[in-house]
Protein backbone atom coordinates (compact mmCIF):
# COMPACT_ATOMS: atom_id res chain seq x y z
CA UNK A 1 0.00 0.00 0.00
CA UNK A 2 2.73 2.60 1.37
CA UNK A 3 4.76 1.26 -2.28
CA UNK A 4 1.62 1.99 -4.32
CA UNK A 5 0.78 5.32 -2.53
CA UNK A 6 4.55 6.75 -3.54
CA UNK A 7 4.44 5.26 -7.06
CA UNK A 8 1.22 7.19 -7.53
CA UNK A 9 3.10 10.94 -5.97
CA UNK A 10 6.76 10.42 -6.66
CA UNK A 11 7.48 12.63 -9.92
CA UNK A 12 8.07 10.98 -13.16
CA UNK A 13 11.66 10.01 -13.81
CA UNK A 14 12.17 11.27 -17.20
CA UNK A 15 15.36 10.77 -19.44
CA UNK A 16 15.58 13.52 -22.20
CA UNK A 17 17.54 12.90 -26.35
CA UNK A 18 18.27 16.30 -27.43
CA UNK A 19 20.79 16.81 -30.72
CA UNK A 20 24.02 19.46 -30.78
CA UNK A 21 21.87 22.21 -31.49
CA UNK A 22 19.42 21.97 -28.93
CA UNK A 23 21.75 21.04 -26.74
CA UNK A 24 23.74 24.13 -26.86
CA UNK A 25 26.62 22.36 -28.20
CA UNK A 26 26.67 23.88 -31.97
CA UNK A 27 24.72 24.02 -35.36
CA UNK A 28 26.07 21.57 -38.47
CA UNK A 29 29.56 22.25 -37.68
CA UNK A 30 29.13 20.07 -34.58
CA UNK A 31 27.18 17.54 -35.86
CA UNK A 32 29.96 15.18 -35.55
CA UNK A 33 30.18 15.48 -31.71
CA UNK A 34 29.59 12.01 -29.83
CA UNK A 35 26.71 11.48 -27.18
CA UNK A 36 27.14 12.87 -23.83
CA UNK A 37 25.30 12.55 -20.77
CA UNK A 38 24.10 15.40 -18.69
CA UNK A 39 22.85 15.83 -15.45
CA UNK A 40 19.21 17.57 -15.24
CA UNK A 41 17.38 19.50 -17.69
CA UNK A 42 19.31 20.90 -20.90
CA UNK A 43 17.51 23.50 -23.66
CA UNK A 44 14.07 23.01 -23.93
CA UNK A 45 14.34 20.30 -20.76
CA UNK A 46 14.73 23.70 -19.29
CA UNK A 47 11.12 24.47 -20.83
CA UNK A 48 9.45 20.85 -20.43
CA UNK A 49 10.68 20.72 -16.61
CA UNK A 50 8.69 24.17 -16.12
CA UNK A 51 5.67 23.19 -17.93
CA UNK A 52 6.22 19.44 -16.02
CA UNK A 53 6.22 21.42 -12.51
CA UNK A 54 6.53 19.01 -9.51
CA UNK A 55 4.90 16.16 -11.66
CA UNK A 56 8.25 14.59 -13.32
CA UNK A 57 11.84 15.46 -13.18
CA UNK A 58 14.34 15.32 -15.83
CA UNK A 59 16.96 13.56 -14.17
CA UNK A 60 19.45 13.39 -17.37
CA UNK A 61 19.79 14.68 -20.70
CA UNK A 62 21.62 13.01 -23.34
CA UNK A 63 23.12 14.91 -26.36
CA UNK A 64 24.35 13.92 -29.57
CA UNK A 65 25.19 14.79 -32.71
CA UNK A 66 23.19 14.50 -35.85
CA UNK A 67 25.37 13.18 -37.73
CA UNK A 68 27.28 11.26 -35.07
CA UNK A 69 24.18 9.19 -34.05
CA UNK A 70 23.76 8.38 -37.68
CA UNK A 71 27.42 7.47 -38.50
CA UNK A 72 27.48 5.54 -35.09
CA UNK A 73 23.69 4.41 -34.77
CA UNK A 74 24.75 0.92 -33.00
CA UNK A 75 27.02 2.43 -30.60
CA UNK A 76 24.63 5.14 -29.71
CA UNK A 77 21.85 2.45 -29.40
CA UNK A 78 23.96 0.17 -26.86
CA UNK A 79 25.02 3.43 -25.03
CA UNK A 80 21.52 4.86 -24.29
CA UNK A 81 20.49 1.72 -23.38
CA UNK A 82 23.28 1.37 -20.64
CA UNK A 83 22.19 4.28 -19.31
CA UNK A 84 18.59 3.85 -19.06
CA UNK A 85 19.47 0.42 -17.43
CA UNK A 86 21.40 2.56 -14.97
CA UNK A 87 19.28 5.49 -14.30
CA UNK A 88 15.52 4.03 -14.43
CA UNK A 89 13.82 6.11 -15.45
CA UNK A 90 9.57 6.24 -16.27
CA UNK A 91 9.90 7.40 -19.26
CA UNK A 92 11.83 8.65 -22.83
CA UNK A 93 11.54 11.81 -24.14
CA UNK A 94 13.31 13.00 -27.20
CA UNK A 95 12.65 16.22 -29.58
CA UNK A 96 10.90 18.01 -30.38
CA UNK A 97 12.17 17.64 -34.02
CA UNK A 98 9.88 19.72 -35.64
CA UNK A 99 10.92 19.59 -39.56
CA UNK A 100 14.46 18.24 -39.17
CA UNK A 101 14.90 15.11 -40.98
CA UNK A 102 18.29 13.72 -39.46
CA UNK A 103 17.27 14.67 -35.86
CA UNK A 104 14.00 12.95 -36.37
CA UNK A 105 15.27 9.91 -37.35
CA UNK A 106 17.61 10.12 -34.27
CA UNK A 107 14.18 11.06 -32.32
CA UNK A 108 12.38 7.63 -33.42
CA UNK A 109 15.58 5.67 -33.07
CA UNK A 110 16.35 6.20 -29.65
CA UNK A 111 12.74 5.86 -28.55
CA UNK A 112 12.41 2.28 -30.69
CA UNK A 113 15.33 1.40 -29.23
CA UNK A 114 13.97 2.00 -25.24
CA UNK A 115 9.97 1.27 -26.07
CA UNK A 116 11.23 -2.13 -27.31
CA UNK A 117 14.33 -2.96 -25.46
CA UNK A 118 14.21 -1.47 -22.36
CA UNK A 119 10.06 -1.78 -22.51
CA UNK A 120 9.04 1.51 -20.99
CA UNK A 121 7.06 4.68 -22.86
CA UNK A 122 8.64 7.06 -25.22
CA UNK A 123 7.22 10.14 -26.51
CA UNK A 124 8.68 12.48 -29.30
CA UNK A 125 7.10 15.46 -30.79
CA UNK A 126 8.17 16.59 -34.88
CA UNK A 127 6.12 17.87 -37.91
CA UNK A 128 3.43 15.35 -39.27
CA UNK A 129 5.26 15.40 -42.50
CA UNK A 130 9.00 14.94 -40.99
CA UNK A 131 10.29 11.17 -42.71
CA UNK A 132 10.53 9.88 -39.31
CA UNK A 133 6.49 9.87 -38.45
CA UNK A 134 6.04 7.48 -41.13
CA UNK A 135 9.22 5.48 -40.18
CA UNK A 136 8.45 4.97 -36.24
CA UNK A 137 4.29 5.95 -35.35
CA UNK A 138 3.39 1.91 -35.19
CA UNK A 139 6.11 1.25 -32.98
CA UNK A 140 4.13 -0.16 -29.87
CA UNK A 141 5.03 1.78 -26.61
CA UNK A 142 6.10 5.00 -28.73
CA UNK A 143 3.93 8.41 -29.48
CA UNK A 144 4.61 10.76 -31.60
CA UNK A 145 3.00 14.63 -30.72
CA UNK A 146 2.73 16.44 -33.98
CA UNK A 147 4.05 19.76 -34.10
CA UNK A 148 4.59 22.89 -36.36
CA UNK A 149 7.84 23.34 -38.85
CA UNK A 150 10.26 25.14 -37.01
CA UNK A 151 10.68 25.71 -33.34
CA UNK A 152 8.68 28.79 -33.39
CA UNK A 153 6.35 25.91 -32.22
CA UNK A 154 8.39 25.00 -29.22
CA UNK A 155 6.25 27.36 -26.93
CA UNK A 156 2.81 25.46 -27.63
CA UNK A 157 4.49 22.34 -27.83
CA UNK A 158 6.07 22.32 -24.56
CA UNK A 159 2.81 21.72 -22.12
CA UNK A 160 1.24 19.58 -24.25
CA UNK A 161 4.48 17.16 -23.98
CA UNK A 162 4.35 17.36 -20.24
CA UNK A 163 0.43 16.39 -20.24
CA UNK A 164 1.46 13.81 -22.63
CA UNK A 165 4.10 12.64 -20.08
CA UNK A 166 2.16 12.96 -17.42
CA UNK A 167 -0.50 10.72 -18.41
CA UNK A 168 2.11 7.69 -20.08
CA UNK A 169 4.32 8.43 -16.67
CA UNK A 170 1.60 7.66 -14.51
CA UNK A 171 0.35 5.01 -16.45
CA UNK A 172 -3.28 6.49 -17.18
CA UNK A 173 -4.96 5.34 -20.46
CA UNK A 174 -4.70 7.00 -23.55
CA UNK A 175 -7.64 7.33 -25.43
CA UNK A 176 -7.67 7.91 -29.30
CA UNK A 177 -4.77 9.41 -30.91
CA UNK A 178 -7.26 11.82 -32.37
CA UNK A 179 -9.13 12.90 -28.89
CA UNK A 180 -5.14 12.97 -27.51
CA UNK A 181 -3.95 14.99 -30.22
CA UNK A 182 -1.40 12.43 -31.10
CA UNK A 183 -0.05 11.38 -34.68
CA UNK A 184 -2.20 7.91 -34.76
CA UNK A 185 -0.25 4.93 -34.61
CA UNK A 186 -2.52 2.31 -36.45
CA UNK A 187 -4.06 0.91 -33.40
CA UNK A 188 -7.50 -0.41 -32.81
CA UNK A 189 -8.75 -0.33 -29.59
CA UNK A 190 -11.73 -1.97 -28.65
CA UNK A 191 -14.61 -0.03 -27.08
CA UNK A 192 -18.65 0.72 -26.70
CA UNK A 193 -20.10 3.28 -28.62
CA UNK A 194 -23.05 5.11 -26.84
CA UNK A 195 -25.32 4.37 -29.94
CA UNK A 196 -25.89 1.69 -32.18
CA UNK A 197 -23.17 1.67 -35.69
CA UNK A 198 -26.76 2.13 -38.15
CA UNK A 199 -27.36 5.41 -36.02
CA UNK A 200 -24.19 6.92 -35.79
CA UNK A 201 -23.48 6.17 -39.55
CA UNK A 202 -27.16 8.09 -40.73
CA UNK A 203 -25.72 10.72 -38.88
CA UNK A 204 -23.02 11.28 -40.79
CA UNK A 205 -24.59 10.99 -43.69
CA UNK A 206 -27.08 13.33 -42.85
CA UNK A 207 -24.29 15.52 -41.95
CA UNK A 208 -22.91 14.98 -45.28
CA UNK A 209 -25.49 15.91 -47.09
CA UNK A 210 -25.92 18.66 -45.45
CA UNK A 211 -22.73 19.72 -46.10
CA UNK A 212 -21.52 19.89 -42.64
CA UNK A 213 -18.66 18.62 -40.59
CA UNK A 214 -18.23 15.19 -39.24
CA UNK A 215 -16.08 12.30 -38.52
CA UNK A 216 -15.43 9.40 -39.98
CA UNK A 217 -14.69 6.04 -37.89
CA UNK A 218 -13.02 4.55 -40.76
CA UNK A 219 -10.30 6.41 -41.86
CA UNK A 220 -8.61 5.51 -45.65
CA UNK A 221 -5.49 5.89 -45.94
CA UNK A 222 -4.32 7.44 -49.31
CA UNK A 223 -0.66 6.14 -49.30
CA UNK A 224 0.60 6.43 -52.59
CA UNK A 225 2.98 3.72 -54.51
CA UNK A 226 5.02 4.97 -56.94
CA UNK A 227 6.13 2.64 -59.42
CA UNK A 228 10.14 3.17 -60.05
CA UNK A 229 10.82 3.93 -63.91
CA UNK A 230 12.23 1.33 -65.64
CA UNK A 231 15.85 1.46 -66.34
CA UNK A 232 18.03 3.31 -68.93
CA UNK A 233 18.59 0.98 -71.83
CA UNK A 234 21.85 2.84 -72.70
CA UNK A 235 22.89 5.86 -71.31
CA UNK A 236 25.35 6.47 -74.30
CA UNK A 237 22.60 6.70 -76.53
CA UNK A 238 19.97 8.86 -74.09
CA UNK A 239 19.15 12.12 -73.97
CA UNK A 240 19.47 13.47 -70.65
CA UNK A 241 17.66 16.38 -68.87
CA UNK A 242 18.76 18.12 -65.58
CA UNK A 243 17.03 18.95 -62.59
CA UNK A 244 18.13 21.19 -59.82
CA UNK A 245 16.30 22.15 -56.24
CA UNK A 246 19.27 24.88 -55.61
CA UNK A 247 17.34 27.54 -56.93
CA UNK A 248 19.73 27.98 -59.69
CA UNK A 249 18.09 31.36 -61.96
CA UNK A 250 18.99 33.64 -64.59
CA UNK A 251 21.01 36.65 -62.77
CA UNK A 252 18.29 39.10 -61.98
CA UNK A 253 15.65 36.38 -60.76
CA UNK A 254 13.47 37.21 -63.50
CA UNK A 255 10.51 34.65 -62.54
CA UNK A 256 10.31 36.15 -59.11
CA UNK A 257 12.05 32.66 -57.30
CA UNK A 258 11.72 33.04 -53.36
CA UNK A 259 13.96 31.54 -51.30
CA UNK A 260 11.59 29.41 -49.40
CA UNK A 261 8.08 27.51 -49.40
CA UNK A 262 8.55 27.58 -53.55
CA UNK A 263 5.71 28.25 -55.49
CA UNK A 264 6.67 27.56 -58.76
CA UNK A 265 9.36 26.30 -60.98
CA UNK A 266 11.00 27.17 -63.90
CA UNK A 267 12.49 25.98 -67.06
CA UNK A 268 16.01 27.81 -68.48
CA UNK A 269 17.63 27.29 -71.76
CA UNK A 270 21.84 25.75 -70.66
CA UNK A 271 24.41 28.25 -72.22
CA UNK A 272 26.54 26.77 -75.60
CA UNK A 273 29.24 27.14 -73.31
CA UNK A 274 31.49 24.31 -71.73
CA UNK A 275 30.43 25.42 -68.06
CA UNK A 276 28.04 27.82 -65.79
CA UNK A 277 29.42 31.18 -65.50
CA UNK A 278 28.87 32.34 -61.73
CA UNK A 279 28.07 35.88 -63.27
CA UNK A 280 25.22 34.61 -65.49
CA UNK A 281 23.63 33.00 -62.62
CA UNK A 282 21.89 33.26 -59.61
CA UNK A 283 21.46 31.36 -56.44
CA UNK A 284 17.79 31.85 -54.48
CA UNK A 285 17.85 29.50 -51.61
CA UNK A 286 17.17 29.88 -47.97
CA UNK A 287 18.36 26.54 -46.95
CA UNK A 288 22.10 26.46 -47.66
CA UNK A 289 25.28 28.76 -47.70
CA UNK A 290 25.04 29.93 -51.56
CA UNK A 291 28.37 31.81 -51.56
CA UNK A 292 30.31 28.59 -53.32
CA UNK A 293 27.48 28.12 -55.75
CA UNK A 294 27.21 31.00 -56.75
CA UNK A 295 30.80 31.51 -57.57
CA UNK A 296 30.08 28.66 -59.57
CA UNK A 297 26.79 27.11 -60.08
CA UNK A 298 28.59 24.09 -61.88
CA UNK A 299 28.25 22.70 -58.06
CA UNK A 300 24.49 22.59 -58.49
CA UNK A 301 24.05 21.64 -62.19
CA UNK A 302 27.16 20.15 -63.25
CA UNK A 303 27.12 21.82 -67.08
CA UNK A 304 31.14 21.08 -66.71
CA UNK A 305 31.57 17.30 -65.98
CA UNK A 306 27.54 16.65 -68.23
CA UNK A 307 29.36 18.56 -71.06
CA UNK A 308 32.81 16.57 -71.03
CA UNK A 309 30.56 12.73 -70.61
CA UNK A 310 28.60 13.29 -73.99
CA UNK A 311 29.37 11.12 -76.44
CA UNK A 312 31.92 8.64 -74.17
CA UNK A 313 28.65 8.08 -71.16
CA UNK A 314 25.87 10.17 -72.36
CA UNK A 315 24.09 10.10 -75.64
CA UNK A 316 23.15 14.13 -75.59
CA UNK A 317 22.06 16.47 -73.12
CA UNK A 318 18.54 18.51 -73.30
CA UNK A 319 19.22 21.87 -74.07
CA UNK A 320 16.72 22.88 -70.88
CA UNK A 321 17.41 22.59 -67.39
CA UNK A 322 14.83 22.87 -64.75
CA UNK A 323 14.98 24.96 -61.97
CA UNK A 324 13.02 25.15 -58.64
CA UNK A 325 14.07 26.25 -54.60
CA UNK A 326 13.71 23.32 -52.75
CA UNK A 327 13.57 24.63 -49.10
CA UNK A 328 10.18 23.94 -46.91
CA UNK A 329 8.02 23.07 -50.42
CA UNK A 330 4.38 21.84 -49.75
CA UNK A 331 4.33 18.29 -50.63
CA UNK A 332 1.24 19.67 -52.67
CA UNK A 333 3.29 22.10 -55.08
CA UNK A 334 6.09 19.56 -54.89
CA UNK A 335 3.98 17.06 -56.35
CA UNK A 336 2.05 19.43 -58.95
CA UNK A 337 5.71 20.75 -59.78
CA UNK A 338 6.86 16.82 -60.22
CA UNK A 339 3.80 16.01 -62.59
CA UNK A 340 4.62 19.66 -64.76
CA UNK A 341 8.27 18.60 -65.29
CA UNK A 342 8.04 14.84 -66.28
CA UNK A 343 4.98 16.06 -68.96
CA UNK A 344 7.33 18.72 -70.21
CA UNK A 345 10.34 16.31 -70.72
CA UNK A 346 8.10 13.71 -72.31
CA UNK A 347 7.46 16.41 -74.83
CA UNK A 348 10.97 16.64 -75.33
CA UNK A 349 11.75 13.06 -75.89
CA UNK A 350 14.10 13.01 -72.56
CA UNK A 351 14.89 9.45 -71.74
CA UNK A 352 16.38 9.86 -68.36
CA UNK A 353 16.56 13.16 -65.96
CA UNK A 354 19.55 13.90 -63.67
CA UNK A 355 18.44 15.75 -60.16
CA UNK A 356 21.26 17.04 -58.40
CA UNK A 357 20.99 17.18 -55.17
CA UNK A 358 21.66 20.42 -52.93
CA UNK B 1 19.54 32.49 -34.14
CA UNK B 2 22.29 30.38 -33.83
CA UNK B 3 24.03 30.06 -30.61
CA UNK B 4 26.82 31.86 -31.34
CA UNK B 5 25.42 35.05 -32.63
CA UNK B 6 22.97 34.57 -28.88
CA UNK B 7 26.44 34.73 -27.32
CA UNK B 8 27.86 37.26 -28.85
CA UNK B 9 24.58 39.43 -27.82
CA UNK B 10 24.60 38.33 -24.46
CA UNK B 11 28.27 39.14 -23.97
CA UNK B 12 27.91 42.29 -25.40
CA UNK B 13 25.25 43.52 -23.09
CA UNK B 14 26.83 42.27 -20.20
CA UNK B 15 29.92 44.41 -20.97
CA UNK B 16 28.05 47.30 -22.29
CA UNK B 17 24.53 47.32 -21.05
CA UNK B 18 22.04 47.55 -23.22
CA UNK B 19 20.73 51.34 -23.48
CA UNK B 20 22.37 52.33 -26.63
CA UNK B 21 21.74 48.50 -28.48
CA UNK B 22 19.66 47.93 -31.37
CA UNK B 23 19.18 44.19 -33.46
CA UNK B 24 19.00 44.51 -36.84
CA UNK B 25 17.72 41.62 -38.73
CA UNK B 26 17.95 40.36 -41.93
CA UNK B 27 15.76 37.24 -41.23
CA UNK B 28 14.67 35.90 -44.72
CA UNK B 29 11.21 34.28 -43.49
CA UNK B 30 8.74 35.02 -40.83
CA UNK B 31 8.95 32.72 -38.84
CA UNK B 32 12.57 33.29 -38.22
CA UNK B 33 12.16 36.43 -37.80
CA UNK B 34 9.89 36.60 -35.05
CA UNK B 35 11.61 33.75 -33.43
CA UNK B 36 14.99 35.74 -33.46
CA UNK B 37 12.75 38.88 -32.35
CA UNK B 38 11.54 36.90 -29.50
CA UNK B 39 15.19 35.66 -28.57
CA UNK B 40 16.68 39.26 -27.90
CA UNK B 41 13.39 40.54 -26.58
CA UNK B 42 11.95 37.91 -24.29
CA UNK B 43 14.60 35.12 -24.23
CA UNK B 44 15.48 32.13 -26.71
CA UNK B 45 12.29 30.32 -27.50
CA UNK B 46 13.67 27.43 -28.83
CA UNK B 47 15.78 26.84 -25.35
CA UNK B 48 18.61 26.10 -27.30
CA UNK B 49 20.90 28.82 -26.92
CA UNK B 50 22.65 31.40 -24.56
CA UNK B 51 19.95 33.33 -24.10
CA UNK B 52 17.30 30.53 -23.26
CA UNK B 53 15.41 32.23 -19.98
CA UNK B 54 17.48 35.42 -20.38
CA UNK B 55 14.97 38.10 -21.24
CA UNK B 56 17.67 41.37 -23.22
CA UNK B 57 14.39 43.01 -24.13
CA UNK B 58 16.35 45.07 -26.80
CA UNK B 59 14.68 47.02 -29.64
CA UNK B 60 14.85 45.01 -32.39
CA UNK B 61 14.47 45.76 -36.09
CA UNK B 62 13.97 44.10 -39.50
CA UNK B 63 16.08 45.50 -41.92
CA UNK B 64 13.04 45.89 -44.40
CA UNK B 65 11.60 48.11 -41.74
CA UNK B 66 10.34 51.90 -42.16
CA UNK B 67 12.75 52.99 -38.86
CA UNK B 68 15.61 51.37 -40.29
CA UNK B 69 15.30 51.64 -44.18
CA UNK B 70 14.86 55.49 -44.33
CA UNK B 71 18.23 55.53 -42.18
CA UNK B 72 20.28 53.92 -44.68
CA UNK B 73 21.11 55.97 -48.17
CA UNK B 74 19.10 55.12 -51.00
CA UNK B 75 21.33 53.99 -53.52
CA UNK B 76 23.07 51.57 -50.69
CA UNK B 77 19.47 50.00 -49.88
CA UNK B 78 18.67 49.66 -53.48
CA UNK B 79 21.79 47.76 -54.08
CA UNK B 80 22.14 46.10 -51.11
CA UNK B 81 18.41 45.53 -49.83
CA UNK B 82 15.98 46.05 -52.60
CA UNK B 83 16.61 42.81 -54.42
CA UNK B 84 15.54 40.92 -51.30
CA UNK B 85 12.54 42.70 -50.29
CA UNK B 86 11.37 42.04 -53.55
CA UNK B 87 10.94 38.66 -53.54
CA UNK B 88 10.62 37.87 -49.89
CA UNK B 89 7.59 38.04 -47.75
CA UNK B 90 8.64 41.91 -46.37
CA UNK B 91 4.99 43.04 -44.89
CA UNK B 92 4.69 39.80 -43.08
CA UNK B 93 8.01 39.71 -41.67
CA UNK B 94 7.97 43.42 -40.72
CA UNK B 95 4.89 42.32 -39.21
CA UNK B 96 5.91 39.61 -36.83
CA UNK B 97 8.88 41.80 -35.76
CA UNK B 98 6.82 44.58 -34.45
CA UNK B 99 4.37 42.46 -33.11
CA UNK B 100 6.82 40.25 -30.88
CA UNK B 101 8.30 43.99 -29.86
CA UNK B 102 4.63 45.11 -28.92
CA UNK B 103 4.29 41.99 -26.74
CA UNK B 104 7.96 42.90 -25.10
CA UNK B 105 7.14 46.70 -24.35
CA UNK B 106 10.39 47.26 -26.59
CA UNK B 107 10.56 50.52 -28.87
CA UNK B 108 14.25 52.27 -29.36
Known sequence: ?358 | MDLEDQGAIKATVEELGSDDIVVILGSPDPDAAEMYAETVTLGDPTYAGPLAGVSLRLPVYNIFEPEIKEQIPPEVYQEQVAMMEMVLPAEEICARVRAVREKAGVSS
Open chain 1, 1 to 358: MVEKEQAMTHPIRIIHYLNQFFGGIGGEDKADVGLEIRRGPVGPGLGLQHALGPDGEIIATLICGDNYFHMQMATVRTAVLDIVGDLRPDILVAGPAFNAGRYGMACGEVCKVVAERAHMPTVTAMYPENPAVETYRRVPNLWILPTGATAADMRAVLPRLATLIRKLGRGQPLGPARAEGLIPRGQRVLTTASRPGAERAVTMLLAKLRGQPFQTELPLYQLESVPPASPVADLRTARLATITTAGLVPRGNPDGFKVFNATRWSRYRLPDAPALNGEDWEIIHGGFNTAYAQANPNLVLPLDVLRELVGEMIGELDEYFYSITGVGTSLAVAKQAGEAIAASLGEDHVDAALLVAT
